[in-house]
């Protein structure tokens, strides 16, 4: 099988394997959650770990530990590529992600590997934190291009078409960071101002407030399409398990980007 090779290990997260292992391991070990809920799905930051990882370990650890299905991962195209699938294993410093080839085949996405090959830290950023927490688990990263709120919706749907007809068990992974480069007061207000707009699973009320006040998250169409497939799915609710933004790493706070962790069951 041909492997997606990492092209951000060393940059967004340590290269060498014992040191991942090590700093995966204190973002794990900080964690302090219970969930009692079944959750179908999550949405998680994908800057570097240093910044974004204590957040990340909270969306993973809303999912039971002992979970080896298959993630389906959504990430926004930061290079305008269109909506496609991989069919590649993606590499990581601790061992191989290999793909669901059988949902692959079964979703109406196009299999573009020319483009996964590109560097892409949505997708990227999620796969140590997946083989770290679930090492025997599969995944089918997603690149969503276009992120209007109708293509969202229609790719949520077609992701519930998959889900549906499964039988394996399947998580679906929303990759977003959220505001950008604002200072870190402005940073908290505007996104629980958005992310309140979607813990009743509103996908129109959580696009309207992202709209009108501009915030510049990057993955509202994958959030959207996570939301949409597990609001089908069954999913009620979501909550919101971790917020922090990158000010309180740096110490910076002119310039901050915010990071979310929330569960949808």
Not at 27 to 35: E, G, Y
Not at 74 to 88: A, K, N, Q, T
Not at 111 to 120: L, S
Not at 247 to 265: C, L, N, P
């Amino acid at each position: 099988m041909v492997t997606r090779r990492s092209t951000l290990a060393g940059m967004f997260y340590p290269k060498d394997p014992a040191l991942l292992e090590k700093q995966l391991e204190s973002f794990f070990n900080n964690v302090s959650l219970t969930i009692t809920g079944n959750i179908l799905g999550i949405v998680c930051p994908h800057a570097g770990i240093t910044y974004s990882g204590l957040t990340a370990a909270h969306s993973y650890s809303a999912i039971r530990k002992d979970f080896d299905g298959t993630f389906i991962v959504i990430g926004p195209s930061h290079s305008g590529f269109h909506d496609c699938v991989s069919s590649l294993a993606w590499e990581t410093p601790l061992g191989d992600l290999l793909p669901d080839t059988d949902l692959i085949e079964k979703l109406p996405v196009e299999v573009d590997n020319d483009a996964h090959q590109q560097r892409e830290n949505s997708l990227e950023v999620q796969m140590p934190f997946i083989k770290y927490r679930f090492p025997k688990s599969k995944i089918v990263p997603i690149l969503l291009g276009n992120q209007s709120y109708e293509n969202s919706i229609a790719m949520g749907e077609v992701i519930f078409e998959v889900l549906s007809e499964s039988k394996n068990d399947v998580k679906v992974v929303a990759s977003s960071d959220f505001s950008h480069y604002i200072p870190d007061e402005d940073a908290r207000r505007y996104d629980h101002y958005a992310i309140n707009g979607l813990l009743n699973l509103d996908t129109m009320e959580f696009y309207r407030r992202i709209y009108t006040k501009r915030i510049s998250a990057c993955g509202i169409g994958p959030i959207i399409a996570m939301v949409e497939a597990c609001k089908k799915s069954g999913a009620h609710k979501a909550e919101l398990i971790n917020y922090m933004t990158s000010g309180e790493i740096s110490g910076d706070y002119d310039q901050v980007v915010g990071y979310a962790a929330i569960a949808v069951e």
